[in-house]
């Protein structure tokens, strides 16, 4: 053993390399084999706890006696999101380049604060964020950083666009002020429930958020956006921002940015863009158009962990209003003063969020643009488009079942609806039990929603390995799945 592994308690570098390629090797056969695992495994609450002891190893233990409890412990209680089968909620899929991207950020552990304490990681992430933002064609200027979630990038977006209010918060908050009105933001009914986490975090509450009806087609319905802002102001409510979602959780489907962004800048409300799913579509130039108005948005988020074969976690907040997101988090104490901070050039991470502490995650997403090339993602996420289009068309034409929304990108919602069954909560019934039994027989792990009060099943494509053959078994399955209860 080197000396200094030895004193360190560390694994000797060599014993290290023999462990590293060790792994990576099982990493390439996970990756080959991912099919071979039930995507959902089959275990439950608590069996993983019982199985690890319940005390920590008093003495060291080696990396090899702990491969061997990942294949034997963890790996059956995974639920494979890099499996081709993984068609629920939106796919995460660590593709290889992002994979190689983790190890190098884990052995690379920068802590990009401040720029001094990670300058590439720093920079890195100031020029990545453009190339995407050259991808999806939005125009400069646009000031992105990188975020663990959506979740926080929202949050954020809305710190900054409550900061931006004439209304002194930063300085005195909120609590127990006599001459603050009421907040309030404003989101479609389908809107991710982290819009609702962001207003109640940010002391709007539960109240301070006006959830907007929506159109047939589960879009945002500027109209009914207009008259609930009117109707506060004169209440004596102030508006604060608009949240619009370009590719709605449930069934992707798109708000009406253009008239949004109009209603916006006509009322001076700080308009933020959720595209965490569908934000990747705008890659494909084909699917542009989700992105229309988007360039008028004050900040918008995208999330390359979902769609754009990054590994957990990575979500893109970009914002025009680069000072308002700063001035909300910007706190600088005397021991994270540099000399350099004030330049023209330097960008300090930490001044743009909650946490202090930041993951170089510029790199992994860095490799994965490098490593497909924008036509090569563009075509993954044309195929997965194409692969929605193909199941809707099944879906359509086959007796058993029915479409309950457009399918929009990657997103199909369907249930099964045999002929002379239409008692709503007898089909709510049968198609939660289909929805189990192909979850159950390991193939494919779906998930589900309601759209317009039905239990709908949700297929969202996504996966780089899923392909044609998966949506065909796919067919299949729910076909054999329907058929013993619909009998029933
Ligand atoms: C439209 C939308 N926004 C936000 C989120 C939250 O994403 P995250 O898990 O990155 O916080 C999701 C999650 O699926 C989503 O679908």
Redesign the pocket.
Known sequence: MDNASAMSGDLDIEEFRRVAHQTADWIADYLRDVERYPVLPRVTPGQVRRSLPAAPPVTAESLDQMIDDIDRLILPATTHWNSPGFLA??ASTGSAPGIVGEMLTAALNVNAMLWRTGPAATELEVVVLDWLRQMVGLPEPLFGVIN???????LYALAAARDALAADIHRRGMAGRDDLPRLRVYASAE??S?VDKAAIVLGFGKAGICHVATDDDLRMDPNALRRAIEEDLAAGVIPCAVIA?V???STASIDPVPAIAELCAELGLWLHV?????GAAAVAPEFRPIFDGVKRADSI?V?P??WLFTPM?C?VLWTRRRDALRNAFAIVPEYLRTAESAGPDTVDLMDYGVSLGRRFRALKLWLIIRSFGVTGLAARIREHCRLATELGRWVQQSSGFELLAPVSLGVVCMRAHPAGLDDEQRLDALNEKVLTQINEDGQFFLSHTRVRGRYAIRVAFGNLRTSEVHVRSLCDALSAALVPLAAM
């Open positions: 909620y939106f663990d979630t959506a979740s926080s990038s929202t809107a991710h982290s979602t590719g709605t959780t959720d595209a965490a799913y569908a988020v999330n962990h979902k976690d979500s």
